[in-house]
């Protein structure tokens, strides 16, 4: 009897639900600039991606935005100034250090942009395995 009882108050649950419809216009937002970069602990060209946002249902590529002034600093002193490679693509070959907080400031459009983050420390590994799980048989 419990039972049935459970049964029938989740299927009035599940058929009796609220349902609100909201209504979001994505295809008339105005373009947001979007900034994306990487700095790692590897030597080679730390990258710096600079484009425009599209509308929800665009399947174009984003458009690159060239021109900016793109550099990163660290909490040792140092500025790095990035160079534009190809459109909207900004690269310094450098490598980042665990520990150390860098902030990249871009200056897009006449507008400044900044971020910081601090590299964390390696996780060191002591060991790693493979555990083989059957099912079914």
């Known amino acids: 009897?419990?039972?049935?009882?459970?049964?029938?108050?989740?299927?009035?649950?599940?058929?009796?639900?609220c349902k609100k419809i909201i209504e979001i216009d994505t295809n008339n937002a105005e373009p947001q600039l979007v900034i994306e970069?990487?700095?790692t602990n590897q030597i080679g060209d730390q990258v710096i991606k600079i484009s425009k946002s599209?509308?929800?249902d665009d399947q174009s590529i984003f458009p690159a935005v060239s021109g900016a002034a793109v550099s990163v600093s660290d909490s040792r002193g140092n500025t790095y100034n990035f160079t534009e490679n190809a459109a909207g693509v900004y690269a310094l070959r450098?490598?980042?250090?665990?520990?150390?907080t860098y902030t990249m400031k871009a200056v897009v459009e006449g507008k400044t942009y900044t971020?910081?983050?601090?590299?964390?420390?390696?996780?060191?590994?002591?060991?790693?395995?493979?555990?083989?799980?059957t099912f079914f048989n």
């Open 1 to 17: 009897m419990k039972k049935l009882i459970i049964l029938c108050s989740l299927a009035c649950l599940l058929f009796t639900s």
């Open 54 to 56: 599209v509308s929800y």
């Open 115 to 133: 971020a910081i983050s601090k590299m964390p420390t390696a996780v060191r590994l002591d060991s790693i395995g493979v555990v083989v799980n």
């Open 94 to 100: 450098m490598r980042g250090v665990a520990g150390v």
């Open 37 to 39: 970069g990487v700095i």
